[in-house]
Nanobody
Framework: QVQLVESGGGLVQPGGSLRLSCAVSNSRFRIYNMGWYRQAPGRQRELVAGITSGDSTNYADSVKGRFTISRDNAKNTVYLQMNSLKSEDTAVYYC?????????WGQGTQVTVSS
C-alpha cells in the first residue's frame, strides 16, 4: 500500500507564497510519475503540475511562471512551490502518484488566498 501525505497548505494573502510537500511511503518513489491537482468548490479537479520519473515537468497554463514542481528522490517527496498567489488559486490541493496501472491520491491540503 502506498500512502501520500500532503502538508504546507494554509491561508496566505494575494501575492504571497506557499510550498506544498507530499511525502510518499514507498521506497520505489523514484519510478513514480507525480502530480499536483486542485479542486475548488463547485469545480472539477484539475491538473496543476506534473513531474515524471525522468524529471520532465508540465504545468497548467494558469500557473506557468508562478508555480514550480520538484522532487527529492532521497526523501521520497515531491514539492509544489507557489509564488504570486491569486485568489483563484484557492482550492484543496491533492498529491497524485502514478506507476504502471496504479494511481494513488493524498488526502488533500487546503490553500486559501485571501486578504
Amino acid at each position: 500500500q502506498v500512502q501520500l501525505v500532503e502538508s504546507g497548505g494554509g491561508l496566505v494573502q494575494p501575492g504571497g507564497s506557499l510550498r506544498l510537500s507530499c511525502a510518499v511511503s514507498n521506497s520505489r518513489f523514484r519510478i513514480y510519475n507525480m502530480g499536483w491537482y486542485r479542486q475548488a468548490p463547485g469545480r472539477q479537479r484539475e491538473l496543476v503540475a506534473g513531474i515524471t520519473s525522468g524529471d520532465s515537468t508540465n504545468y497548467a497554463d494558469s500557473v506557468k511562471g508562478r508555480f514550480t514542481i520538484s522532487r527529492d528522490n532521497a526523501k521520497n517527496t515531491v514539492y509544489l512551490q507557489m509564488n504570486s498567489l491569486k485568489s483563484e488559486d484557492t482550492a484543496v490541493y491533492y498529491c497524485n502518484a502514478v506507476v504502471s496501472i496504479y494511481t494513488y491520491w493524498g488526502q488533500g491540503t487546503q490553500v486559501t488566498v485571501s486578504s
